[in-house]
């Protein structure tokens, strides 16, 4: 099977466990792993945590260099400040559209669905939701249900960090099965 290509676009304040914990089970599933930033830049997260996360972790890339046909995969992580931030970025939107247009998977945790949101993406959708987000996902056509992690299609929603364990066990597997 090839080498699955995951992204994770995130910005300043990100959920440092959020990113770290799909960061590192993505690299150990053996999937190579790009963290996108405004500019490439490094950011730090809301605890303190900066990406690049380690010595050996490739540069952030620039938003700009997100393509679909370089992916298998996108996962949009929480935190309350860096999806708001990322949400505005055009050329992030375009790219989680185009995963969805595609068929590829588009995972969003806690905050992350936010993202989706703005990218136009959950009308008709079955997710679940952090309590926060909840309203904002039904104002945006989904049909938000009950439930750790779902899966709609290519969509994977997760409602609480707590739950990161299985949300990443899924959206590897989903990402796994459409690779074959």
Same mark, same amino acid.
């Given at each position: 099977m090839p080498r699955l290509?995951?992204?994770?676009?995130?910005?300043?304040?990100?959920?440092?466990?959020?990113?770290?914990?799909?960061y590192?089970?993505?690299?150990?599933?053996?999937?190579?792993v790009?963290?996108?930033?405004?500019?490439?830049d *490094?950011?730090?997260?809301?605890?303190?945590?900066?990406? *690049?996360?380690?010595?050996?972790?490739?540069?952030?890339?620039?938003?700009?260099?997100l393509?679909?046909?370089?992916?298998?995969?996108?996962v949009?992580?929480?935190g309350? !400040?860096?999806?708001?931030r990322?949400?505005q970025?055009?050329?992030?939107?375009?790219f989680?559209?185009g995963?969805?247009?595609?068929?590829?998977?588009?995972?969003?945790?806690c905050?992350? *669905?936010?993202?989706?949101?703005s990218?136009q993406?959950?009308r008709?959708?079955?997710v679940?939701?952090?309590a926060g987000?909840r309203?904002?996902?039904?104002?945006?056509?989904?049909?938000?249900?009950?439930?750790d992690?779902?899966?709609?299609?290519?969509?994977?929603?997760?409602?609480?960090?707590? !739950?990161?364990?299985?949300?990443?066990?899924?959206v590897?597997?989903?990402?796994?099965?459409?690779?074959?």
């Amino acid at each position: 099977m090839p080498r699955l290509r995951a992204a994770i676009p995130t910005g300043p304040g990100f959920q440092d466990h959020d990113v770290i914990y799909t960061y590192y089970r993505l690299k150990e599933a053996g999937c190579e792993v790009e963290v996108a930033t405004a500019g490439g830049d *490094p950011v730090t997260g809301k605890y303190g945590v900066g990406v *690049p996360l380690d010595r050996r972790a490739a540069p952030c890339i620039p938003f700009e260099a997100l393509a679909v046909e370089d992916y298998d995969l996108v996962v949009l992580t929480g935190g309350h !400040e860096a999806p708001d931030r990322v949400r505005q970025v055009r050329a992030v939107l375009e790219f989680v559209a185009g995963m969805d247009a595609a068929g590829k998977v588009v995972a969003g945790l806690c905050h992350g *669905p936010w993202i989706m949101i703005s990218a136009q993406i959950m009308r008709g959708r079955r997710v679940c939701a952090y309590a926060g987000m909840r309203d904002d996902m039904i104002n945006a056509g989904a049909d938000v249900v009950e439930g750790d992690v779902i899966v709609d299609d290519n969509l994977v929603t997760c409602s609480y960090y707590g !739950e990161v364990g299985a949300f990443m066990k899924t959206v590897i597997e989903l990402a796994e099965r459409q690779a074959r």
